[in-house]
């Protein structure tokens, strides 16, 4: 069974991707007792999938890193990694929380030493990878997986492979009866900093993302580049494998579109113009880009960054909402169609990709958060007394780039601390 | 004021826009386009000679003040119905309907191209299906190949000869429709009811200009 | 199977002697075999179709439209209206949704209608057949019946417009519905997937009036029906069917070309499945002859 | 307080290294080499049993210092966790058996690899001491806010929330700042629908009300000093006398001021009244308000029946005369005003143009809301505005409809969108170039905000634009002034609804810094270390180096030019000891003694094994963890190199490459971060000082003759796992081809 140790001066921050691990270890930081809930098997969230950050062109990991080594230095966060908070319920000062924990089959003991995946034959979609590769059904979750233990997944669980797993362990790490548990946890606070996640692109039914398989989605494009990912760094296209250096992107996939998501998600202007600049690091001159698109959204400093891209000479920008894409079957090539609304020039142009910039969805919808909150029509809490010491922060809150998400769980902390700082002194 | 600038002050100003939600089905979403142009690169028409502006150029236009550009065009006419536009408006404007709106305010107050060819086919339509209720397609076809006098319509219909040819044969154009056609019984019934559409129509319309 | 019923708007295209006759004979047929029993509305009027804006305006269009609800009303209550005919399905149904959402509307259209002695009360529903034999039927019943297989024929689902949007068969997507397809296998017919122009127009209208720009598209419509192997083509809608059909031998002429496919209905395909002869699904009505289907027709 | 010291050593025989390795060899080096003789070897060391032993060890034998030989120091934290006691990491697995083949021939090399990382860690711990924490601390808790706009008022009430009395000082005579000039302001709650009061009356009251606020208004800062925990601000208040205040930390929130648009003649202003900018609109709206009629034209009080508004108005200037940054609220704030004419008379006209309209997130809605309401948004770019009488004509290049001259005649009003500027105070970091431009912006930032007598400058260093946001983005609260942090748009272009948050983050990260200081700890990124800088005044030359480095103005001088260290403000880089010539900088737990000791500690094979050693210097955050991946990837790596991780490469003291040649090693790897204007140091210079100084090794190496290329610096990043491996496996090829150090066996 899982000890957890949390009273009413404890705040529960849920969810743990950079908003969340800012939370949390801001909150310790300043004194306070966290309990960290992550529903995956280690911590990092979605910018630990992310190649390079913009405008700065540096490593999520890197932020990553420092963020790890503030965690595992500061006693006063618990960290309860494949578990979800399925309810949530009390007022201000004294809610209580029911985390339900799914069984990793690997203990403590584990030493990410590597010999259960050498022995497991069973493979299983990567999901860090968004399913762009394959990986072993015993596995890490990724190279800067924290906790830095291996999981086995379910699916190999009573069949032989995991007893393959078990023989394979000398440090008797693996445990196949573990059980699902259900703990109750007390907290004075919560912020609930759950992310967000890419719109589907399958319901974005002109530009073809279900049927052609050389238009792909923006977060997808970040795994091709990155030299941890499935390519290794090399932006092969999906179809053939082959470089993929005329590369298209679509900006407001799903965004800024009544028949989709109504919000502007904010980062996507951004990101295409920073994967660009992918498309140029691996392939120089030949890398081209061209980017389709209603108005760009380089706010504040970003400008130069837009500027920059701007002057670049292989990228090119066409202010139109692409109306379709097709498939040249014989080449693999994608065929974007619109109109070029500045001065009305219309086209139907190959390329040997196509992103979708896709738009930017609350993970867990107000609707569906398990407690009484007040959320936009686009799912993202409202920052509103009426949710008590209920406090979103990050995407959860709002369509935020990495820095603001930051600034917003910051925020949050203080707002939990607020609360948990009246219960002690109420306590004394 | 001389014209030209008094020309010159009407653009850019919102009479037209006013004009146009007013007067014009559906006339009162032009602003709410955001200039995406997917309808235009939707249109399946709009890549053909004729075409001189896509919808979302027509919407800038109406703000713009365009009138007479706009009453003038082709484009409305180019109008297939195929409603492509108005299922990818990320606005959700009814872009088709706005199409058409256009068209039959033009074509009321005779700023419509002459001698347009849908334009023409528009009016045969409407005036056959409402004369017996329904469509003949016979007299339909013949008044379109004799839009342009006599001889240009032996011209056209000869064109079309096989076509006719081909549909007779498998008895889906029936020579005899031309003396005892297709149509409604309550001719009379159907003939007051659109009568009294087009008043009460032209009574809102009065009522929003005043 | 319980009978069911439903008033019947078959539209101008689809009348004796008129260019979609052999649509509605095959629909006759196919709803015997259902056990479906359309009733005709008394004394329908045309819908004005699409076309109808420019010289009808917005009110005359929807009183026309309006009329049939009420005569729908009046003399099957309680029956749901179903068209064959996409223009004519669309064109209602658009009207429906304006007057079920403006009172104003509603009331002007009374008005009108009152010189017609009508009244339109709102009630009766405006369905296309393919949604009831999707929705009402679904696929599996729709195949109870098949006794011939269509095995071997490979047919390109051209959808078209009107049927798809703006309001299209609930499941299906605009941009590639896979209704036509599914109902071509359900007749042990081979559906070509990858058709890509399933959804392009054909011209609508403007086959009339603007030949040339209509038959561009056409041509690009059946081309890409040869590219994919196609023997047939099948469609929902009379327009797309007349369309794509007659304008052949033209679009021969003018491009150099040597099409010759049949552009078949669904109806025509299940009416055939279900052992109707050549007759009862309207071969005789094509103007380019689906043979390889007259054989199996006549196949006993 | 400082117990006996007893070092203990415990060696693991997990993950293969028991296999790999021969455990009995390494425990005599312990013994022999090490000088440790308590030495544990364990099947399993990081198993409950093996933690247990070592806790054991601890807490019943005394052991105040161990050594763990077992993985990588990144890897099985939660089990080798032991707060108590000083611990060094030798990292056998993935430093050594995982980046070497399990072959026969490499087994030699690869014990001898593990041996020396064994030397290595009980050389380290020897040179440890457990950090008790800064002794020189403060306590005040009292937080001081500069500035009472809207987002000083947020911090300040935010703070008095939490339970910390509060400081606000304003410059001018009422609180509210920009936000109290609004007639109304843009919604930051559902519906997005229409402007919504300025909130700024409900603030001033609450904040009137609280007793846990004190506010100096008409003042300024005369100076500041100290450091988290004991700040004193001189207060200069409007009597003309100084009120001093003792503060924990503050929060400086100077807002901004409009872009200038007396610049913009070209767009009308100063020709007309009739053209404005958006502080002036918001003065004709609330004028009209309190009149309760409708926005009149200034030129002549007729009511306005035209406006257009211009947007990026002397921003986005590609041409480097105006602001090349966009200001971000702009278009809401537009759509906004527009929203005053519409809301108060449709039959209005109001356009926009604009470029890109930029209404992220829920602004969307209120753009979508504003063009319900009829407000025509027209995508062009303003070429002029030319008054005329009553009215003024809008020439413009209208992008959509592509007409070069097209225009708006009859305008009864234009409102330009100009820009943010910030109030930033002195630009420390500025290079007098020759240029009117620039001495203009020397002349424009000579009035210092918070007049700190840093040694290194009396404002906070800016990062572009005077704007004094932090330059990362996972970290948008990394000051580099330690208990100081700048927020809403001081730091960067923002509208009220960010203000509030950036106010509220702040305010937490302020309230962090002194309770952090209190106990002696440091603050980001190193939060929660107790080491702290000594300094040997007896062997300071007072070069200045140290005070001069600092990335974060921690040291000043003291009356006799010695330098003063401000542990507080200290974020334990160790740049300062990297710095100096004389290695009188040092912390308990990193000093040049420790990584020296290390360094000498490695084993040097003769000049004729042709067994080269290569010293690689690693930034721990970067660097090491990039090999620590490659490793996981089992990459192999040469097996002559030794890796020390640095905790910056800023901290890298010249003697250690020195020694290192001179005891024998064939070459030296410096690996840190990226530098220059993206640079990517969390610790802002550090490794662009390490490549500055390193530059000058060259002639060292000369005066040895060894050379040049024996002593190399990389910018590695921390996904460069790949690439790591290969410019390790590259530079031991080049130690062959220039041939073994003569130096070895000295």
């Known amino acids: 069974m899982t000890e957890v140790v949390a009273t009413n001066e404890t705040i529960l921050v849920v969810g743990g991707g950079i908003s969340g691990m800012t939370a949390a270890l801001e909150a310790a930081e300043t004194g306070k007792n966290v309990v960290l809930v992550e529903k995956n098997p280690a911590i990092g969230g979605r910018t630990s999938q992310l190649y390079r950050y913009f405008p700065k062109l540096c490593h999520p990991i890197c932020g990553l890193e420092i963020n790890l080594r503030r965690l595992k230095s500061n006693p006063r966060i618990r960290l309860l990694t494949m578990a979800e908070v399925t309810g949530i319920t009390g007022a201000k000062g004294d809610y209580t929380a029911t985390i339900r924990i799914t069984p990793r089959y690997v203990n403590a003991n584990c030493t990410a030493c590597g010999d259960c995946a050498k022995a497991v034959g069973a493979e299983i979609p990567n999901p860090f990878n968004y399913g762009l590769n394959k990986m072993k059904a015993a596995y890490l979750p990724n190279k800067m997986a924290y906790p830095m233990r291996f999981v086995l997944d379910k699916s190999i669980i009573g069949t032989p492979d995991a007893d393959k797993a078990k023989a394979a362990c000398k440090y008797n790490a693996i445990d196949l009866d573990m059980q699902e548990e259900t703990v109750q946890i007390k907290a004075g606070a919560v912020v609930w900093a759950t992310g967000w996640q890419p719109y589907d692109a399958n319901k974005i039914q002109p530009y073809g993302y279900d049927r052609f398989k050389n238009v792909i989605t923006s977060v997808e494009f970040e795994r091709l580049a990155d030299p941890h990912g499935p390519t290794s760094g090399k932006i092969l296209r999906p179809s053939d494998g082959k470089e993929a250096k005329n590369v298209a992107f679509i900006q407001c996939a799903g965004s800024r579109d009544e028949n989709h998501l109504r919000h502007c998600s904010r980062i996507c202007c951004m990101a295409s113009l920073k994967q660009t600049n992918y498309v140029e690091e691996r392939y120089g001159n030949e890398g081209k880009s061209t980017i389709y698109y209603i108005d760009i959204r380089a706010i504040d400093r970003f400008e130069d960054f837009y500027a920059k891209v701007q002057a670049n000479p292989n990228v090119s920008f066409i202010k139109s909402k692409v109306a379709k894409v097709t498939q040249d079957d014989a080449s693999g090539d994608v065929i974007l169609h619109g109109v070029n609304t500045e001065g009305y020039h219309r086209y139907a142009t190959p390329h040997d990709l196509c992103v979708l910039a896709v738009g930017m969805e609350p993970s867990v919808k107000g609707a569906n958060i398990p407690a009484e909150i007040l959320a936009d029509s686009s799912g993202f809490i409202e920052a509103d007394p009426a949710n008590g010491a209920f406090f979103g922060a990050g995407c959860a809150s709002n369509a935020l780039d990495v820095n603001r998400s930051v600034q917003s769980a910051t925020a949050a902390a203080l707002r939990a601390i607020q609360v948990v700082n009246r219960v002690a002194k109420a306590e004394v | 004021m001389s014209n030209l600038s008094s020309q010159a002050a009407a653009q850019y100003n919102n009479n037209f826009l006013k004009e146009v939600e007013a007067m014009v089905e559906e006339g009162n979403w032009v602003k709410m386009c955001m200039q995406c142009g997917v309808c235009s690169g939707s249109c399946p028409t709009n890549f053909q000679a004729g075409w001189d502006h896509p919808p979302q150029e027509i919407f800038m236009m109406i703000r713009a003040g365009k009138r007479e550009e706009v009453l003038n065009s082709q484009s409305m006419w180019m109008c297939t119905s195929c409603y492509n536009c108005i299922v990818r408006c990320p606005r959700k404007l009814p872009i088709t309907h706005i199409m058409h709106g256009l068209a039959n305010y033009a074509h009321r107050l005779g700023l419509a191209p002459k001698n347009q060819p849908t334009r023409h086919f528009a009016k045969l339509f409407w005036n056959n299906c409402i004369q017996t209720g329904r469509v003949n397609e016979l007299k339909l076809s013949l008044g379109l190949y004799f839009k342009d006098g006599f001889k240009q319509g032996i011209i056209n219909g000869l064109a079309m000869k096989d076509v006719a040819l081909g549909l007779l044969k498998a008895k889906r154009l029936n020579p005899f429709e031309l003396f005892k056609a297709h149509g409604c019984k309550d001719q009379k019934g159907i003939h007051a009811m659109l009568k009294k559409a087009h008043e009460i129509e032209e009574r809102r319309k009065a009522i929003k200009t005043a | 199977m319980a009978k069911k019923e439903y008033a019947f708007y078959p539209g101008c295209s689809s009348q004796r002697g008129a260019s979609a006759s052999n649509y509605l004979k095959s629909v006759d047929s196919m709803c015997k075999t259902l056990d479906i029993k359309l009733t005709e509305i008394p004394d329908w009027n045309c819908c004005s179709a699409s076309i109808g804006y420019a010289e009808g305006g917005e009110l005359p269009r929807h009183v026309l439209n309006a009329r049939n609800f009420a005569l729908a009303e009046q003399n099957l209550p309680g029956q749901e209206i179903v068209a064959t005919c996409a223009a004519c399905w669309l064109g209602a149904r658009e009207t429906k949704e304006r007057l079920d959402a403006s009172s104003q509307l509603m009331a002007d259209t009374n008005e009108a209608l009152k010189e017609a002695g009508l009244e339109y009360k709102g009630e009766s529903d405006i369905r296309h057949m393919v949604e009831v034999l999707i929705e009402d039927f679904g696929y599996d019943e729709l195949k109870k019946p098949v006794v011939k297989s269509l095995e071997g024929i490979k047919f390109a689902g051209y959808v078209g417009c009107q049927t798809n949007r703006p309001f299209g068969i609930v499941g299906e997507s605009f941009e590639n519905p896979m209704y036509l397809d599914k109902l071509v296998e359900m007749v042990g017919g081979e559906a070509l997937t990858g058709y890509d122009q399933k959804v392009t127009c054909c011209g609508g209208a403007l086959a009339f009036s603007e030949p040339d720009k209509a038959q561009a598209q056409i041509k690009d419509i059946v081309e890409s029906a040869y590219d994919h192997g196609a023997e047939m083509i099948v469609t929902p809608c009379p327009l797309c069917q007349a369309n794509v059909e007659i304008y052949q031998g033209a679009i021969n002429k003018k491009y150099g070309k040597k099409f010759n496919i049949p552009v078949m209905y669904y109806s025509q395909l299940m009416t055939v499945a279900y052992g109707g002869s050549a007759k009862d699904a309207g071969l005789d009505g094509q103007v380019i002859r689906a043979t390889r289907l007259e054989e199996i027709a006549a196949k006993r | ?746």
């Open chain 4, 1 to 746: 307080m400082a117990v006996e010291k007893k070092v203990a050593a415990y060696i693991c025989q997990g993950c293969g290294l028991g296999e790999r390795l021969d455990t009995d060899a390494l425990v005599d080096v312990v013994k022999k080499e090490g000088k440790i003789q308590q030495v544990k070897p364990h099947p399993f060391l990081c198993s409950s049993e093996g933690v247990t032993m070592i806790q054991n060890d601890i807490d019943n034998d005394g052991v105040s210092h161990i050594m763990i030989g077992a993985c990588s120091r990144r890897a099985k934290t939660d089990a080798f966790n032991f707060p108590s006691v000083a611990m060094s990491r030798a990292n056998l697995r993935e430093g050594v058996i995982w980046i070497r083949p399990d072959t026969e021939e490499a087994r030699e090399t690869t014990q001898e690899m593990a041996e020396d990382y064994l030397r290595m860690g009980c050389a380290e711990i020897k040179a440890m001491r457990q950090p008790e924490g800064n002794p020189n601390t403060g306590t005040s808790k009292t937080l001081l806010v500069v500035g009472g706009g809207i987002t000083g008022m947020t911090a300040a009430l935010e703070a008095a929330k939490t339970g910390y009395p509060v400081v606000l000082v304003e410059k001018s005579g009422q609180l509210g700042g920009w936000a109290a000039k609004l007639h109304m302001r843009v919604p930051s709650h559902e519906p997005y629908k229409a402007p919504v009061d300025n909130g700024v009356a409900g603030m001033v009251s609450a904040i009137e009300a609280d007793p846990n606020i004190k506010v100096y208004l008409n003042a300024t800062l005369a100076k500041t000093s100290g450091a988290p925990g004991r700040f004193q601000a001189e207060i200069a208040t409007e009597s003309g006398s100084t009120a001093t205040e003792d503060v924990g930390a503050i929060v400086q929130a100077t807002g901004f001021e409009l872009y200038d648009a007396n610049k913009l003649p070209e767009l009308g202003y100063g020709a007309s009244p009739n053209v404005v900018d958006q502080g002036g609109l918001e003065q004709l709206a609330r004028e009209a308000a309190e009149r309760g009629g409708p926005i009149l034209r200034p030129s002549d009080g007729q009511p306005v029946k035209s406006v257009v508004f211009v947007q990026c108005a002397g921003q986005r200037d590609a041409s480097g005369t105006h602001l090349a940054y966009c200001s971000g609220h702009c278009c809401n704030t537009s759509i906004k005003q527009a929203m005053y004419f519409k809301d108060a008379n449709a039959d209005i006209d109001t356009t926009v143009l604009y470029t890109d309209l930029r209404t992220p997130g829920n602004g969307e809605d209120f753009y979508r809301s504003a063009q319900e309401k009829g407000v025509i948004f027209t995508k062009g770019k303003v070429a002029s505005v030319q008054p005329a009488g009553n009215t003024c004509k809008v020439n413009f290049h209208d992008l959509i409809l592509d007409d070069q001259n097209a225009s708006i005649e009859n305008a009864d009003l234009v409102v330009l969108a100009t820009g943010q500027v910030p109030n930033s105070g002195v630009n420390i970091d500025f290079k007098a170039v020759e240029g009117e431009e620039a001495a203009a912006e020397v002349e424009k930032k000579t009035i210092s905000i918070l007049n700190l007598d840093y040694r290194q400058g009396k404002d906070v260093p800016q990062l572009k634009y005077g704007f004094t946001d932090s330059h990362f983005i996972c970290f948008p609260y990394e000051t580099r002034r330690t208990g100081i942090y700048t927020a809403g748009p001081v730091r960067r272009p923002m509208d009220i609804a960010q203000a509030k948050e950036d106010a509220t983050g702040a305010t937490l990260k302020a309230i962090q810094a002194l309770e952090n200081a209190a106990i002696g700890s440091a603050a980001h990124p190193r939060s929660g270390d107790l080491s702290y800088p000594s300094v040997r005044l007896e062997g300071c030359t007072q070069c200045k180096r140290c005070t001069v480095e600092c990335p974060f103005g921690a040291i000043d001088e003291d009356e006799k030019r010695y330098p003063l260290f401000n542990e507080s403000r200290c974020r334990r880089c160790g740049t300062c000891m990297g710095a100096c010539p004389v290695r009188v900088i040092s912390f308990e737990n990193y000093s040049v003694d420790t990584v020296g000791s290390q360094i000498k500690a490695v084993s040097i094979p003769d000049e004729f094994s042709e067994k080269p050693r290569i010293l690689v210097l690693a930034c721990e955050n970067d660097a090491y963890p990039a090999m620590d991946m490659a490793a996981m990837n089992r990459t192999e790596t040469s097996s002559f190199v030794r890796v020390v991780p640095v905790r910056c490469l800023g901290s890298v003291n010249t003697i250690w490459i020195t020694d290192a040649l001179n005891s024998g090693y064939d070459g030296v790897m410096l690996m840190g971060c990226k530098h220059g204007d993206e640079y990517q140091c969390h610790f802002v210079k550090g490794s662009e000082l390490a490549n500055y100084r390193m530059s000058k090794i060259d002639d060292t190496l000369k005066g040895f003759n060894l050379e040049t290329d024996r002593v190399q610096t990389y910018e590695v990043a921390i996904t460069d796992i790949d690439r790591v491996p290969k410019l390790i496996n590259d530079f031991e090829k080049r130690m062959f081809e220039i041939g073994m150090s003569p130096f070895k066996g000295f």
